[in-house]
């Protein structure tokens, strides 16, 4: 059997507020999928030869599930975040954790943020609430993705090219 990763097409982008940005999501037809609650993701290496390649590895407790994914090297766009990822709900926390650290991984960053899924039949829509500020994803083709920017996010000064890890990084420096 042969394995074909999943592309995930997305792009990030301030909101200034998760109340203004559901009446936005409301008004474009969007249905809530998943209410706001607390995600928990934690980031994995190998003495840094992902981060160096630009691939991410991640455990992550949402919706009373965790997932394990594995995120290839972004695909160069010039506003698009662009990458293969497979994904896989895990079991038992406790024994995967041990399996990434026998295979020499270790937890390299905690991220905690609150997240909300939306959803209409070509794009998911995610809120994030993080302590750096509002944002909102959405994931789909890009098509789909550009007509919903023209009424979602006019102002490009609010696309956020760095992913989670880069801005959790920033954040908790400036603490």
């Known amino acids: 059997m042969k ?5 995930e097409t997305e792009i990030k982008f301030r909101v200034p507020s998760v109340q203004e940005a ?5 008004t474009l037809d969007f249905q809530i999928l998943v209410k706001m609650q607390n995600e928990k ?9 992902l981060k160096e390649t630009d691939c991410v590895l991640r455990l992550r407790d949402y919706n009373k599930k965790t997932t394990l994914t594995f995120k290839q090297a972004k695909v160069k766009h010039p506003y ?5 990822e497979a994904q896989t709900i895990v079991d038992d926390r406790q024994n995967t954790e041990q399996i ?10 905690t991220m905690v943020k609150n997240r909300e899924i ?3 039949s070509e794009l998911i829509a995610c ?13 789909g083709e890009p098509h789909a993705i550009k007509l919903a920017m023209e009424t979602l996010c006019t102002d490009n000064s609010r696309i956020e090219s760095r992913g989670y890890p880069s801005l959790f990084k920033a954040h908790a420096v400036r603490d």
Do not use: A, H, Y
């Open 80 to 84: 698009l975040k662009i990458r293969p």
């Open 100 to 109: 990434l650290i026998w295979l020499g991984f270790e937890p390299v960053m």
């Open 41 to 49: 993701t934690v980031i994995w290496d190998k003495q840094g030869s």
């Open 118 to 120: 939306w959803q209409r």
């Open 127 to 139: 809120l994030d609430e993080t302590p750096f500020g509002s944002f909102m994803e959405l994931e």
């Open 3 to 7: 394995f074909r990763p999943i592309v």
């Open 22 to 26: 559901r009446k936005q999501l409301r």
